[in-house]
């Protein structure tokens, strides 16, 4: 392997895949961390974990490139999210003389937002879902557009990812009062049209191509099984697929690729109708989430695939197909309450083991989940002989999963393994479910049989270490370290002072722990009169509004994001904006005033 220093600009369980691998080949890892992940498991694991400036975050290019520099980095390993999409960082990054684990910018930018992913699929002869592909501005195309193919249609945001910026709309109405037109007007990014297909597969192929020309398709998936457009389950191969559609997927997976030249890996996606057609979504220029799959059925490592391509290497052998793989997306998202977002701090955790487990995550007992990151915890990786033994051992699996401290979805994911729809398709009726499954049959069961949330029980003190030494996770100059020191040599006084204990931190804590679910305004403050209260713990994205302004019932007033998913907060009556305390890029809590609305005194006529 030519490079021997990696820099992986990410963090949590996608930072600790890659860091493994690096390992594995015998380079160092380079990790970048901020304050909240000084004490996280990648940069414990990371042979070299370094400070970001104060202030900076994952997404700060600037911040990311200088770490590079200054620690001899050769190569920047992305990961998914923050910036691994985006194609002004890679060039940056290529002309700083460091190797871009990645396409090319080209590649990047050609398949890097929806519209343009849409105009590259229709010049090499890949038909994507019927839409336009032009940005929308007008709510007489929308309407014109759903006269021709029917409602429901998706007002898509270009630059969103993992269903991020999707509005699905159902009627003429819904089209003339969608918030979507007036937030892409005022600078929130663009938007394109599409049929939403209701009744549909979502299948992917997992790609790689080589600069030397060699292409191939390790793996398809299925991704069906998904909440707000986001996947939940994956499995590994596609299963009950058509005669002759994973044909059709190999060739229109690689006319993508040869369109645009994409050297490194990818994931194709589709959807399948249930009459047959095959329609073109996007590809994603990365590593996807539900890689691992791909692996346990293949055995490759795609990590050290990437490194290799990206060092100008070819794919080499890629075996085939065996066994199933199913991977489990653990959430904090309460199932009970529609899967809205939970926060809170673990205070016990314990995965599965066992025959055909594979266990991907970033997190420890003592970790604060808070919404400013993606709400997944885990990935718990299932894989056997077939797919029916890779089900057993899911279902076996789950229950031995605990997570305590803050909601998850693993009761999800248990009421899904034992549905027939999902576990008993056949050759003859392939898998009895669609994309909105889970949100058309799954959620509303399980919203009826929502428990009450568990009583705080009391929490015993943690037991002390009875080792002689104790070790102790420092920052110096910027850069994570560990220090041991015998235990007694801090002063008793003030033991610890500007230490944080790893092996303290790391005590679990004992009786039963809450359900981790937030207030929501009308517990917290909704009742005072003119109050608009956030619904929910998550970041103010948009102020819509101004002081003094009038605004009428049902206008935008804030847009707030809470893992990952955008929520809209509208004007319940007409009335005059007052204070608005809050601005663009706070934390709120459930509960917190978004804005005070005042109702205009009626005028002497309307007495």
Same mark, same amino acid.
């Given at each position: 392997?030519?490079?021997?220093?990696i820099?992986?600009?990410?963090r949590?369980?996608?930072a600790?895949?890659?860091?493994?691998t690096?390992?594995?080949l015998?380079?160092?890892s380079?990790?970048?961390?901020?304050?909240e992940d000084?004490m996280?498991?990648?940069?414990?694991?990371a042979?070299e974990a370094h400070?970001?400036?104060?202030?900076?975050s994952?997404?700060?290019?600037?911040?990311?490139?200088?770490l590079a520099?200054s620690?001899?980095a050769?190569?920047?390993?992305?990961?998914?999210?923050?910036?691994?999409e985006s194609? %002004?960082f890679?060039?940056a990054?290529?002309?700083?003389?460091i190797?871009w684990?990645?396409?090319?910018?080209?590649?990047m930018?050609?398949?890097?937002?929806?519209?343009s992913?849409?105009?590259?699929?229709e010049?090499?002869g890949?038909?994507?879902?019927p839409?336009?592909t032009?940005p929308i501005?007008?709510?007489?195309?929308?309407?014109?557009?759903a006269?021709?193919y029917?409602?429901p249609?998706a007002?898509?945001?270009?630059?969103?990812?993992?269903g991020?910026?999707?509005t699905?709309?159902?009627?003429?109405?819904?089209?003339?009062?969608?918030?979507a037109?007036?937030?892409?007007?005022?600078g929130s990014?663009?938007?394109i049209?599409?049929r939403f297909?209701t009744?549909?597969?979502?299948?992917?192929t997992?790609?790689?191509?080589?600069?030397?020309?060699?292409?191939a398709?390790?793996?398809?998936?299925d991704?069906t099984l998904?909440?707000?457009?986001?996947?939940l389950?994956?499995?590994a191969?596609?299963?009950?697929?058509?005669?002759g =559609?994973h %044909?059709?997927?190999?060739?229109?997976s690689?006319?993508l690729?040869?369109?645009?030249?994409?050297?490194?890996v990818a994931t194709c996606?589709f959807?399948?109708?249930?009459a047959?057609? =095959?329609?073109?979504?996007e590809?994603?220029?990365r590593l996807? !989430?539900?890689?691992?799959?791909?692996?346990e059925?293949?055995g490759?490592?795609?990590?050290?695939l990437q490194?290799?391509?990206?060092e100008?290497?070819r794919?080499g052998?890629?075996d085939? !197909?065996?066994g199933?793989?199913i %991977?489990?997306r653990i959430t904090?998202e309460?199932?009970?309450r529609?899967?809205a977002?939970?926060?809170?701090?673990?205070?016990?955790l314990r995965w599965?083991a066992g025959p055909?487990?594979r266990?991907?995550s970033?997190?420890?007992?003592?970790d604060v989940?808070?919404?400013m990151?993606?709400?997944?915890l885990?990935?718990?990786?299932i894989?056997?002989?077939?797919?029916d033994?890779?089900?057993a051992r899911?279902?076996r699996?789950?229950?031995?999963t605990?997570?305590?401290g803050?909601t998850?979805?693993t009761g999800?994911?248990?009421e899904?393994l034992?549905?027939p729809?999902?576990t008993q398709?056949d050759?003859?009726?392939? =898998?009895?479910?669609s994309t909105r499954w889970?949100?058309e %049959?799954v959620?509303p069961?399980?919203a009826?049989?929502?428990?009450?949330?568990?009583?705080?029980?009391?929490?015993a003190?943690a037991?002390?270490?009875p080792?002689?030494r104790?070790s102790?996770?420092?920052? =110096?100059?910027?850069?994570r370290?560990?220090?041991?020191?015998p235990?007694?040599?801090?002063a +008793?006084s003030n033991?610890?002072?500007?230490?944080?204990?790893?092996?303290?931190?790391?005590q679990?804590?004992r009786g039963?722990?809450s359900?981790?679910?937030?207030?929501?305004?009308?517990?917290s403050?909704?009742?005072?009169?003119g !109050?608009?209260?956030?619904p929910m713990?998550?970041?103010?994205?948009?102020?819509?509004?101004?002081?003094?302004?009038?605004v009428?019932e049902?206008?935008?007033l804030?847009v707030l994001?809470?893992?990952k998913?955008?929520n809209?907060?509208?004007?319940?009556?007409d009335?005059?904006?007052?204070e608005i305390?809050?601005?663009?890029g706070r934390t709120?809590?459930?509960?917190?005033v978004?804005?005070?609305?005042?109702?205009p005194?009626p005028? +002497?006529?309307?007495?």
């Open positions: 392997m030519t490079f021997s220093r820099l992986i600009a990410n949590g369980e996608i600790l895949r890659v860091l493994r690096v390992r594995d015998g380079a160092t380079i990790l970048p961390y901020t304050p000084l996280s498991p990648a940069a414990e694991l042979d400070a970001l400036p104060e202030g900076s994952y997404t700060d290019a600037q911040a990311i490139l200088a520099r620690t001899g050769q190569a920047i390993h992305p990961g998914y999210g923050f910036l691994s194609a %002004e890679a060039q990054v290529i002309e700083a003389g190797t684990v990645g396409p090319s910018p080209s590649a930018e050609a398949l890097g937002d929806k519209m992913a849409r105009r590259t699929a010049s090499a890949v038909d994507p879902v839409g336009i032009e501005t007008e709510v007489e195309t929308i309407t014109a557009f006269a021709r029917g409602y249609v007002l898509k945001r270009t630059d969103g990812g993992g991020r910026g999707i699905v709309l159902a009627s003429d109405e819904e089209a003339a009062s969608t918030p037109l007036a937030s892409a007007a005022a990014g663009t938007l049209l599409e297909v009744r549909a597969r979502h299948i992917e997992q790609c790689a191509r080589d600069a030397h020309g060699g292409f398709v390790i793996s398809s998936r991704c998904q909440r707000r457009n986001q996947k389950l994956e499995e191969p596609a299963p009950f697929l058509p005669e =559609l %044909e059709r997927l190999v060739e229109a690689r006319r690729m040869e369109a645009v030249g994409y050297v490194g996606e959807l399948l109708t249930p047959g057609d =095959l329609w073109f979504l590809v994603n220029p996807q !989430v539900e890689h691992c799959v791909s692996e059925v293949t490759l490592d795609l990590v050290a490194l290799r391509l990206a100008g290497g794919i052998q890629i085939p !197909v065996r199933h793989s %991977e489990l904090c309460d199932p009970g529609g899967l977002p939970a926060t809170g701090t673990i205070t016990r599965p055909g487990v266990i991907e970033g997190v420890t007992e003592g989940v808070t919404p990151f993606d709400p997944m885990a990935k718990i990786v894989t056997g002989a077939d797919r033994q890779a089900l899911a279902r699996a789950l229950a031995e605990i997570v305590e803050v998850v979805c999800l994911h248990s899904v034992t549905r729809a999902f398709a050759e003859q009726s392939g =898998l009895g479910v889970i949100e %049959e959620l069961d399980l009826q049989e929502a428990p009450a949330a568990d009583d705080q029980g009391e929490q003190p037991e002390q270490s080792r002689t104790s102790y996770v420092i920052e =110096l100059n910027g850069r370290m560990q220090l041991t020191l235990d007694g040599i801090l +008793p033991p610890g002072r500007g230490f944080t204990s790893r092996s303290r931190r790391m679990p804590l039963r722990a359900s981790g679910r937030t207030r929501t305004g009308a517990d403050g909704m009742t005072e009169p !109050v608009i209260a956030a713990q998550a970041i103010v994205t948009r102020i819509c509004v101004e002081p003094g302004q009038q009428c049902g206008d935008l804030v994001e809470s893992m998913m955008e809209y907060v509208h004007a319940p009556h009335g005059q904006v007052g305390p809050v601005s663009a709120v809590s459930a509960g917190d978004l804005v005070r609305l005042s109702t005194e005028t +002497p006529q309307e007495a």
